[in-house]
């Protein structure tokens, strides 16, 4: 049965709706009796509310400003603003619409705060949803088909809450289910029936007024009748029988009417009552005896004041006198009652006036309903309230106590906290700035170490300076681990937005792996799948940086098998891609209980004392913090015994206006050596071996660093090449327009002028020579030999090639090199076989295009013509000494470059010393060091630097320290000069005594 039927009017038991016209009716009737009690429920939710926001400072203080936004600045103005719409004449039409909104944002905020409150403080909120359900239906009035609609909405916000977003543990959750989805039930329940009951009460009113108003209307037309029949009887006798007949048929439709309003009354719940002017009850309904206790006999004639508890009898009283006076209905009045057994019933009772047919007052009539359960639900509720204000009290005044002393443990472990971080902080700092400053050393070590394999004498120096290189190089890739690891932590490491080619990228970190697997007699694999963006613009040396650790560790642990690289696009993002890289080997693989804790720093899987492989435990640490640097995330997956999987994304943006995408779709470098990285990458190594001097090429080295210079011209000069030396851009440029070399070597950090603006400048001279000739060419006129020399020295100006050297992982990179005009790139620290590839692939095609002769004169050009040092007298002076030689150098006819190499050596740290002291606002640590240069300059014949350490020491002693850093730049400039004339000046002697 789906339906309920009242007379002639159907009520849905579904939707709980009316035909539309009722519909109509019962909506303004039912909201001007609900509008109080909907603007009293809106003022009491925003009270509790707003007061329950004292129990988030003490539940979860950490938290609460984020609460109070919900609870002050969301929910109280929305209801308040909801409350002052209720004043609105449209309120009638969205009524229930905004008592859903408020119900339902009652719940979300609950909900909102359960998400943000830690365990266990936001337990306590679980018992707000449940109020929401039970009486914030019901204090609302909220119709079942909006509860049905805000319940249910409520239920599943908490669900894809309690599943998704704080991952409820599974008996919580079944738990809280429960008394969620009982309480709603209820919420539903209680709507449903004070819904369904109030249409009932309007419907059965609505009949009985309709049906009464039949019989009133029944009973004019048959005293109209009557009256006419009866002027007709007068008048003919002749009509009497048939007059007889009608008024038979009229009392009998009379009688049918009058039973069917008598079995509406006895079917209705509510009470029915008719009394006359006395208020002696005459008539009423069985629901109205169940409501009394009295029996038909003992209520009828009974006066209203009998059973009317003598509290309620004026109200009464005044209920009827008004609907007397006014001649309308007094609807909904409160009546206690006594019945049989001495208990007191409440009821909510409507009267109405009865008139007879000549319109004189006869009586009374109404319906009586028993509200008592909901009174005493009412009385409970009100106590309830009681209590919990005097509970809210106490707990106040206990968060108060708990507040204070809350207050004053979070400022001391605010002062920890701080101190903390500035300690962890301070540490970071030092670590990273003592590991870049033992770094600058290494790549000098390296460097010498290959010169010194170059020049031993028997196998077991060699065997013994490549165990220096190698170890060197460990040290040198743990110290990088330190110092990148350590500027993440202090928050010193900056990422760059520059320009580059993932396929580059993946080719050259699969070269160098390749190379590795093929030693190891490994199969190795790089893919890029065709659907991947490839120019990109992001940090691409972190990027490589990444993908070496992680193959570099997959390679390590993984003894047979193969090693892949795997690149995938992920998502697409717009202007930016998101790319899944995926590493995975056949190895040791990683056990469970170690898997967990892989990028943490400094942790190995094997941490024991003789395991097998070494490495700091950095690698993996240092991939995440650089993952998640570039937006990525990183994961691990592996089975021991049988291989790991390691995977990352990064978040790139792309190249505007370039559609490449990847085309790499496998590379394979297997132990059968399918893929000659030599013959791919052009790599040449025929270069001649162990030859000093032998005339190759010119080239022009800009390098500041002194180890690093010697490790240049160790190398080019014993494979034939001439080179010069300039220790910083403008120098280089200096040089440049002087002489012609086949090959200029830039290093890019450099002081005064860096190799970006120095290469800038030689490129912006060589495209500027036209129009030189053009001006010389006005002035000269028809000058054939001048003519002849402005044409040699063009020809001698075809744009030089210039290879950036720069440090790994630094501010520069291919990229930026190629656009500022360089040619190619090689990283440091320079390596033996890589740079003399580099050389001899740009000066063969340079020394064929202009080939240069041998130089006739000293190599000092590139410093200038005033020479740093007298060279020749400095010589005589130490070497002719022979006493001081025989006693310390056993006649060693080198003195003067074992005595300049021991100076060059001790200014260099000392230089340093200078530039921290004066950091430090050292002026005695600075003139003394000044001092000690001044002295051994001077006695190497050194005028220039010996001055320049002089007005250092001046500063000094004069504690006034202005203008000391511009000296000392001045100081490392000479410092530089010097050190590149006397390693020339050393080289040309050893040419003319061969």
């Known amino acids: 049965m789906t339906t309920l039927t009242l007379g002639d009017i159907q009520l849905s038991l579904w939707t709980l709706s009316f035909p539309a016209e009722i519909e109509r009716d019962y909506k303004e009737d039912y909201f001007r009796k609900s509008i109080k009690h909907v603007r009293i429920a809106m003022l009491l939710a925003l009270t509790f509310f707003a007061v329950f926001g004292i129990l988030d400072s003490w539940l979860v203080p950490d938290v609460k400003t984020k609460l109070w936004f919900i609870r002050y600045v969301i929910y109280c103005p929305s209801i308040f603003a909801i409350y002052l719409f209720s004043f609105s004449k449209h309120f009638q039409r969205y009524m229930q619409l905004c008592i859903a909104l408020a119900v339902l944002l009652a719940g979300l905020a609950i909900i909102a705060m359960i998400l943000i409150a830690p365990t266990p403080g936001n337990y306590s909120y679980y018992a707000g949803l449940i109020l929401v359900f039970i009486f914030g239906y019901t204090f609302f009035k909220l119709q079942v088909l909006w509860a049905t ?7 599943i916000f908490y669900e894809i809450a309690a599943i998704g977003l704080i991952n409820t543990p599974v008996p919580i959750l079944i738990s809280n289910n429960f008394f969620f989805l009982t309480g709603n039930l209820f919420g539903m329940f209680a709507c449903y029936s004070i819904d369904l009951y109030s249409r009932r009460d309007f419907l059965q009113t609505r009949i009985i007024e309709a049906e009464k108003e039949k019989v009133h209307q029944a009973n004019r037309e048959l005293e109209d009748r009557v009256e006419k029949r009866t002027g007709m009887l007068l008048k003919a006798n002749k009509s009497l029988k048939q007059e007889i007949i009608d008024r038979k048929r009229a009392e009998d439709d009379l009688r049918e009417n009058e039973e069917k309003y008598r ?15 006395s208020g002696n009850l005459r008539f009423f309904n069985d629901s109205l005896l169940k409501i009394t206790g009295y029996s038909h006999n003992e209520l009828l004639g009974t006066n209203y004041r009998q059973f009317t508890d003598p509290s309620d009898v004026n109200k009464v009283f005044r209920a009827y006198n008004k609907a007397y006076i006014s001649q309308k209905p007094s609807k909904e009045f409160e009546w206690t009652i006594i019945n049989t057994g001495g208990n007191k019933r409440h009821l909510e009772a409507s009267v109405s006036l009865m008139k007879n047919l000549e319109g004189l007052p006869v009586g009374f009539r109404g319906i009586a309903r028993d509200v008592s359960e909901r009174k005493r639900a009412d009385v409970k509720i009100h106590k309830l309230n009681e209590e919990l204000e005097q509970r809210v009290a106490e707990r106040t005044a206990q968060l108060e106590t708990a507040k204070s002393n809350l207050e004053t443990t979070i400022k001391r472990t605010n002062k920890l906290a701080c101190e903390a971080d500035s300690a962890n902080k301070a540490k970071s700092e030092f670590l990273a700035n003592m590991s870049h400053e033992i770094r600058t050393p290494l790549n000098g070590i390296i460097g010498m170490a290959e010169l010194a394999i170059e020049t031993a004498v028997d196998k077991n120096q060699r065997e013994l300076f490549t165990t220096l290189g190698t170890e060197t190089t460990a040290l040198l890739t743990v110290i990088n681990d330190i110092l990148d690891f350590s500027k993440i932590e202090a928050g010193m490491l900056k990422l760059e937005e520059t320009p580059f080619d993932l396929n580059a990228i993946i080719d050259d970190v699969a070269s160098s792996m390749g190379l590795r697997a093929m030693q190891k007699n490994l199969e190795f694999k790089a893919s890029v799948s065709p659907n991947v963006p490839t120019l990109l613009i992001g940090d691409q040396w972190r990027l490589k940086q990444i993908l070496t650790n992680l193959t570099d560790n997959a390679l390590k642990f993984t003894n047979k098998g193969e090693v892949s690289i795997k690149v995938e696009n992920q998502e697409n993002l717009g202007a930016k891609v998101k790319i899944l890289f995926t590493i995975k080997d056949t190895g040791i693989g990683i056990s469970k209980d170690k898997l967990s804790s892989i990028f943490k720093g400094f942790t190995q899987a094997d941490g024991s004392t003789t395991r097998k492989y070494g490495g700091t435990g950095l690698g993996t640490t240092i991939s995440k913090q650089l993952v998640e640097l570039l937006g990525g995330n990183i994961g691990a997956e592996s089975h021991e015994g049988k291989g790991s999987q390691f995977w990352f994304t990064a978040t790139f943006l792309k190249q505007p206006n370039k559609k490449t995408f990847g085309k790499i779709e496998e590379m394979n470098l297997n132990p059968l050596g399918k893929l000659n990285l030599k013959t791919q990458r052009g790599m040449s190594t025929g270069l001649p071996e162990n030859i000093e001097c032998q005339v190759m090429g010119r080239i022009l080295l800009a390098e500041d660093y002194p180890t690093n210079q010697q490790v240049v011209l160790r190398h080019l000069r014993s494979n ?7 220790e910083n851009g403008q120098i280089a440029v200096d040089a440049y327009r002087k002489k012609h070399y086949d090959l200029i070597l830039m290093d890019i950090q450099m002081p005064l002028m860096d190799g970006y603006q120095a290469t800038t400048m030689i490129r912006k001279w060589e495209s500027g020579m036209g129009n030189s000739e053009c001006g010389m060419r006005n002035k000269i006129g028809k000058d054939s030999d001048l003519k002849s020399e402005i044409q040699n020295r063009k020809s001698e100006i075809e744009s030089v090639p210039i290879i950036a050297m720069t440090a790994h992982a630094t501010k520069g990179d291919r990229e930026k ?28 095609s340079a020394v064929e295009v202009n080939p240069t002769p041998l130089p006739s004169r000293p190599m000092d050009d590139v410093v200038g013509e005033d020479a740093p040092m007298n060279f020749e007298q400095a010589r005589k002076e130490f070497e002719g000494d022979k006493d001081f030689l025989m006693e310390v150098m056993e006649g060693d006819k080198d003195f003067l470059m074992e005595v300049m190499t021991g100076f060059f050596d001790n200014v260099g740290t000392q230089i340093e010393t200078i530039h921290q002291a004066i950091s430090d606002g050292d002026t005695e640590k600075v003139w003394q060091e000044a001092h000690s240069i001044k002295g051994g300059a001077a006695n190497l014949t050194a005028e220039i630097l010996s001055q320049t350490a002089l007005d250092l020491e001046t500063m000094g002693k004069s504690e006034n320290l202005k203008g000391s850093l511009d000296a000392l730049g001045r100081l490392k400039i000479e410092y530089d000069r010097l050190k590149a004339y006397a390693g020339n000046n050393i080289c040309n002697q050893n040419r003319e005594h061969r």
């Open 263 to 277: 079995n509406i009354l006895e079917n209705m719940e509510e009470g029915y009552y008719e009394v006359d002017i």
């Open 817 to 844: 090199c190629l656009q500022a005009g360089m040619d190619d790139y090689i990283a440091k620290p320079l390596k033996r076989k890589e740079l003399l590839n580099i050389v001899n692939k740009w000066i063969k």
């Open 720 to 726: 034939g090449y001439i080179v010069d030396l300039a």
């Open 149 to 155: 609609i805000v319940g249910w909405m409520i239920v």
